[in-house]
């Protein structure tokens, strides 16, 4: 889509300056105007290297814009011709910021601001209760939550009551109480990482086993070295994976440090760390001054909040806030990954927000001069390890996790059962109704929920009219995997509240972030059952 650009530019260094003006589509009649929006950008001077330094005044140029982009555009204004504050509060700060700098550092540190900058509009307005990445295709939200921030960078929070609800729980969180609060994965439950009694009430807050390990998240690359031994060197692979993933849905396992309490890692040498892209839990992170370990924020062993009203419902009366950010767009908890082993391989311990097919793209292309890619081998599929789930260095892998209290059963649609052949879908949903009426022995009707693909045949099906009272819950289409992952556990804690007496589960495709629903799926569910529609 083309677009024309009608600037103020305002000269900022020796090879960059900042625009701000007026965009309109560009049509071939002129005048044509079919909405518009007042932008800030930051452009290379490069491309008006021909205009003198001290240029002020309306230039017109054409800019071919991804579609992606113009829709955060679109939707970063209110209405045709509304400047932003907040954007342009966000921008003009980073600017004062690069310009006090030293001269070796403007490119850089600019450069990266105007990427955090440009996270921040994909986020829809920066901490407002706003979730920009909805809509996104799964490529565009990985490129959304993939970038990658300056160490440097500080937070820069323009709402007031933002700002204030941050500094409160920045005080708990101090005062070594358990705080809540939005990540692009699911909602955490945060606490400080390097005090052990702090962490010791995420524990006994959740319920949570001693032995299942936390992982710690930081704001910034500095923040992340002081949690490892002052002579570690991250390995080439690690490297790479911080570079596309960081901040992002990925957790890296690295040795700990006698800095890191042993309540952290249940006593193993590896510490798990991640960088989340969520604005919220950077800003809460860098106004603590402190790493944070937050698993999931819910009692342990149930599904994992995507909303704030799903940790509100679990844990309302045990913890003093609840930072609201909206919906979480990526919906499942982070990929683990371990590269410490002596083969130099990556294992994906847990999958999660980044896929495995991602890993092995960025891989390919950054070892593509002839150094040979390491296998990434999935636990479970590729390889076991039954000592690691005796004494896991990662969360996920012991325990049952992610059941709602009603009972889950797994419609395996697509496998092929292991011996006969599968049952009659329909079937089996009347039997299903039957047996949980006659077990309510009421004369209320039973209560069964379907979690299902929207174009799938189950999904399209029609439902017996017997009494039950049926209840759906789409997780999008076959080929939107991503989709899927967002709404699981969303639809998992609806239908248990809405006091279902069993829930049903389709079976999806285990490629992409279908592999992590999958995974959670098999935890959640205490029957599997083979049906064919």
Known sequence: MALRWRFKVQRTSRTLFVVQGYCQKDHSKAGNVEGGLWVELLVEWRLFETASSDVVGRICVVIVVYRSVLRELRK????????????????????????????????????????????????????????????????????????????????????????????????????????????????????????????????????????????????SQGMLRTMLPASYKYPPTYDILMKHFWPGPLTLLFPTSDVVPSIITAHQPTVAIRMPSHPVARALIAFTGSPLAAPSANSSGRPSPTRAEHVYHDLNGKIDIILDGGPCQVGLESTVVDGLQPDGNLRILRPGGVTVEDIVRVLDEELSDGNARPKVLVHRRDYTDDKIEQAPTTPGMKYRHYSPSAPVTLLLTSSKPPQGEPLDGMTYIRSLSTHYHDATLTTSRCKIGIISLSDSPLGLATLPNDGTQWQRFLLGPKQEPAEAARRLFDGLLTLDQAGMDVILIEEVAEVEEGLAVMNRVRKAASELQYVSF
Do not use: C
């Open 76 to 219: 970063s204004s209110p209405k045709k011709g509304v400047m932003v504050s907040s954007l342009a509060a966000n921008f003009r700060a980073v600017v004062e910021q690069a310009q006090g700098a030293e001269e070796g550092r403007v490119v850089q540190r600019v450069e990266a601001a105007a990427s955090f900058l440009e996270a921040q509009r994909k986020y829809k307005e920066l901490l407002d209760r706003y979730n920009p990445l909805i809509d996104l295709t799964g490529e565009e939200r990985m490129e959304a939550t993939a970038r990658r921030v300056d160490a440097d960078t500080a937070p820069t929070v323009t709402s007031p009551e933002t700002l204030h609800a941050l500094q409160s729980a920045a005080s708990l969180l101090r005062a070594q109480q358990p705080v809540a609060f939005p990540t692009e994965t699911v909602y955490g439950l945060g606490a400080l990482a390097l005090d052990a009694h702090a962490a010791s009430r995420i524990f006994s807050t959740k319920g949570r086993p001693a032995d299942n390990p936390l992982i710690a998240h930081v704001s």
